[in-house]
């Protein structure tokens, strides 16, 4: 599988490095190179393109309302001279974004990520059950559903809770909308603000469930719960 790419940047050095990068991988194919992105845009319009590098500062239209603009968008990764930078991300979902000058380390890695994520999308998320993906932090992120021990809905957002990190992910995504990512014989509602993985679970006791990292509140609406894992 090869992801048909392209490179907008207003710097010339800037798309030779591109350029010389996506050379060294075979799972990309470099279509065309723009140093202005009116050009670029027209042509993601009039042909279908899998990966799109581009530049957030550039002159006639920035990187960010570019992306925007796109009805169809392909996997963004976007590139920045600059260390500290805000826009939407949750809104513009970046797989990725690479602080010049990029180094054909951190490249490689965006790559890499850019190819699982095609892959996953092209089986219809069915990737035998063993990871998801969601948007947070400006770029895509992987999350083996081993290391998932529950999740919390804060309103437009949850916040997923891995055993592996000290901090949760937190992603602009609805409870239902995670859980239809999940598989059902491993992870369940219990409140309307939480969802826990079953193999997690160490005990319940008043109406709460205890895991290895914290212990969260069974709603009225799903005591029926306790009583099934009971079984």
């Known amino acids: 599988m090869k992801l048909k790419c392209i490179a907008i940047d207003d710097e010339p ?56 603009s796109l009805v169809d968008k392909p996997m963004i990764i976007f ?42 999308k092209n089986s219809d998320g069915d990737t035998g059950n063993e990871c998801i993906y969601v948007h947070s932090e400006y770029r895509v992120i992987k999350i083996p559903l081993k290391d998932i021990e529950y999740i919390e809905s804060m309103q437009d ?16 995504m609805s409870m239902k909308s995670v859980l239809e990512k999940l598989p059902a014989d491993q992870f369940t509602r219990i409140h309307r603000s939480y969802a826990v993985a079953l193999k997690k679970i160490r005990s319940i006791h008043n109406r709460k469930v205890k895991l290895n990292m914290a212990e969260v509140p069974v709603g009225n609406n799903y005591a029926d719960f306790i009583k099934n894992w009971q079984k």
């Open 13 to 68: 050095l800037a798309l030779e490095i591109m350029k010389k990068y996506i050379g060294e991988f075979t799972e990309l194919q470099l279509l065309r190179t723009f140093e202005d992105a009116v050009s670029g845009a027209e042509f993601l319009t009039k042909n279908h393109v899998d990966l799109l590098f581009i530049d957030i500062d550039m002159p006639d239209i920035t990187g960010v309302d570019l992306v925007r």
């Open 79 to 120: 590139t920045t001279a600059y260390k500290n930078f805000a826009f939407e991300g949750f809104e513009l979902e970046a797989l990725d974004y690479l602080l010049k000058p990029i180094n054909i380390k951190r490249f490689a890695t965006a790559v890499n990520k850019a190819v699982e994520y095609a892959r996953y």
């Open 157 to 172: 957002y949850i916040k997923i809770f891995l055993t592996s990190a000290e901090k949760p992910i937190l992603t602009l």
